[in-house]
Each structure stands twice: as C-alpha cells, then as structure tokens.
C-alpha cells in the first residue's frame, strides 16, 4: 500500500493493477488533503490506511482506476476512473449508493486524481 502525495505515473499504476485485480487499482482518495491510497486488495485497508495517517472519515472516497483505459484515452478521465465503493455507502451522509452520489465531490476527487497521476 502506498500514499500518493506527489505525481505517480500511469506506468507504476499499471503494474499495480498486475498484483492484485489485473485490470484496476483499488484507490481512496482524500479529499481534504489532496492525496490517495492506492495498491491494496480492498478499499477499506486504504481507508483504515489513511485514517491511521491523519486522515479524517467525511473525506475518504473509495474509486477504482483502471490504467489499460488510460492508455487508450487519458484525457477522458471519466473513461478510466469509477466511482465504486463499499467505504462510500453513508446514508445516513446523504450517500445512499456505492458511488459518489455528489458532484461537487465527484469533481474533487476527479480534480485530485488528474493532478497526481500522469501519463
């Protein structure tokens, strides 16, 4: 498991992919902080990960990135990245899915994401 707190290449997120799902990297972002667990079986070892560095609750999203998608088409970043977590089932938060049911915070982890991986 590793923290992202500075550019991370889609080439090192690919070979993360090759341990655990082959096509995707579990990943929970931190929305407050601007940074992001990645490289673990589940979203919710990332979280536990992340609270244990600092992190609060309200600003953990779990997503999926899928890296072979990237490299077809980067600039989509919709095409590659998938808002799907067990971490982001909080009815009681006004989040009844498994998804990002917020756009603003969509946007964010999106914003987040789109600075911290690159091609």
Not at 97 to 104: A, C, E, N, P, Q
Request: hydrophobic letters at 40%; charged letters at 30%; proline letters at 2%.
């Amino acid at each position: 498991m590793l923290i992202v707190d500075k550019e991370i290449s889609m080439n090192t997120i690919l070979e993360m992919s090759q341990n655990h799902f082959g096509d995707l990297v579990k990943t929970v972002v931190d929305i407050k902080r601007g940074i992001m667990a990645v490289d673990a079986e589940m979203h919710c070892d990332e979280e536990q990960f992340l609270l244990e560095k600092g992190s609060e609750q309200d600003d953990l999203w779990g997503i999926n990135l899928y890296p072979q998608k990237a490299q077809k088409n980067f600039a989509n970043i919709e095409s590659w990245v998938e808002f799907d977590s067990m971490i982001n089932l909080r009815p009681s938060w006004g989040n009844k899915t498994r998804g990002v049911d917020d756009l603003k915070i969509q946007k964010k982890i999106l914003s987040i994401v789109k600075t911290l991986v690159k091609k």
